[in-house]
């Protein structure tokens, strides 16, 4: 007989988010180390890089800024480590986006040093795990890699969020949006977390919070952000797509809605959206597997829809009668070990197709009821 699941909630060392956070991070980061190592792209290091390098003087701590490109490959983190190992840093900070975020955590691990993340977009809630996505070169989804700890510091400056594209932030919506839905299922299914074990009563109603607080702020932080302003709504968002969707997807479990992003990621044509344009997708056909209330799933097209997101495969650049597309993308998302198996109703490669090709005549029904533009190829260049 084997033991009964432990109940387990992980969670970063310390959170701290505001206005200008990114002019302490030298004061956050000298808790940690004395060597720190920071990773980021040209563009955020020209944005931040003065304010990041008069903060770390400030606090007495050398300034080690390494370049970053591309998607957190095993080749990125490998490379990441070994410079880590070369300038003798005791403490690694990834300042940018998911893919540096990623790169950072897996490569803090392997370097046996202090991990932090400073995300300087709300794009998706990876910045508070314990785990990265790891993708190949060609941008496809490869593993999920787990480490033994959560980053040792989250940094998130609502000012430069608010500077970024508001698309981005639109897109951390749409993965936090993911979370409550997924939490509910893995507890229906009773099936296992990210963090390993059963969900706490903590993280459901963390994931659950973040479904509330987007549902009433996202519309007005979305108008901020598209006029560069923090609002109370844009740090409420920015704590609900970084911190609560972060604890709570990672404590109360994935299902069926990253399992479709994953296999979204499986074929080309969807390689221009952003990961939570993807994910809501997913969240939209998993409402259909699930037989969620009509009233639910409608709610949940109408409001996406307005908040910019997509929600059916015409969106994502997939044709509905591209049976091959779609076979890649519900093989990918339905392979062994993939979190759409904590669901409490079977998903096969039919079942799958057959939601994912619903969507788009029913989105553009629900849409045109309620006087929204109906789908259409988003983000095409
Ligand atoms: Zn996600």
Redesign the pocket.
């Known amino acids: 007989m084997s033991a009964q699941p432990l109940m387990s909630l992980i969670a970063p060392s310390r959170y701290s988010q505001g206005r200008d956070a990114i002019a302490r991070i030298g004061e956050e980061l000298a808790r940690l180390g004395e060597v720190p190592m920071i990773v980021a792209d040209e563009m955020v290091w020209g944005i931040v890089g003065e304010t990041v390098t008069a903060s770390l003087e400030a606090a007495g701590l050398p300034v080690h800024r390494v370049s970053f490109e591309g998607h957190a490959t095993a080749a990125t983190i490998d490379a990441l480590a070994d410079r880590a190992k070369e300038l003798g840093a005791d403490v690694m900070a990834g300042v940018g986006g998911g893919s540096v975020i990623d790169s950072v955590k897996a490569a803090g691990h392997l370097a046996g040093i202090r991990w932090a993340s400073v995300p300087t977009i709300a794009s998706?809630?990876?910045p508070c795990s314990a785990l990265s996505?790891i993708y190949t070169a060609e941008g496809a989804m490869e593993e999920y890699r787990f480490f033994p700890r959560n980053p040792d510091l989250v940094l998130v400056d609502t000012q430069l969020v608010a500077n970024a594209p508001v698309r981005l932030l639109v897109a951390g919506i749409g993965?936090a949006l993911?979370t409550w839905p997924e939490a509910r299922a893995v507890a229906r299914a009773r099936a296992t977390t990210m963090a390993g074990g059963a969900a706490t009563m903590s993280a459901q109603a963390l994931a659950r919070l973040s479904w509330e607080i987007l549902h009433e702020d996202a519309l007005p932080a979305i108008a901020a952000v598209g006029r560069n302003v923090v609002t109370p709504a844009v740090d409420r968002v920015v704590e609900a797509n970084t911190l609560l969707?972060g604890l709570g997807?990672e404590s109360s479990g994935?299902a069926a809605a990253?399992a479709i992003?994953d296999g979204l990621t499986a074929v080309p044509q969807t390689h221009h959206l952003t990961?939570?344009e993807k994910?809501n997708v997913g969240t939209t056909t998993q409402l259909v597997l699930e037989s969620a209330p009509t009233a639910e799933l409608d709610d949940f097209i109408r409001f996406t829809t307005a908040v910019g997101l997509p929600n059916t495969l015409v969106e994502a650049g997939i044709d509905v009668d591209d049976h091959d597309s779609l076979r890649t993308v519900a093989e990918a998302a339905t392979a062994e070990g993939e979190t759409i198996h904590n669901m409490d109703v079977e998903v096969t490669v039919t079942t799958l197709v057959d939601a994912l090709r619903f969507l788009d005549d029913y989105s553009a029904r629900v849409r045109k009821d309620a006087g929204l533009p109906a789908p259409a190829p988003m983000h095409q260049h």
């Open positions: 998706t809630d990876a996505v993965d993911a969707s997807f994935l990253h992003h990961h939570g994910v």
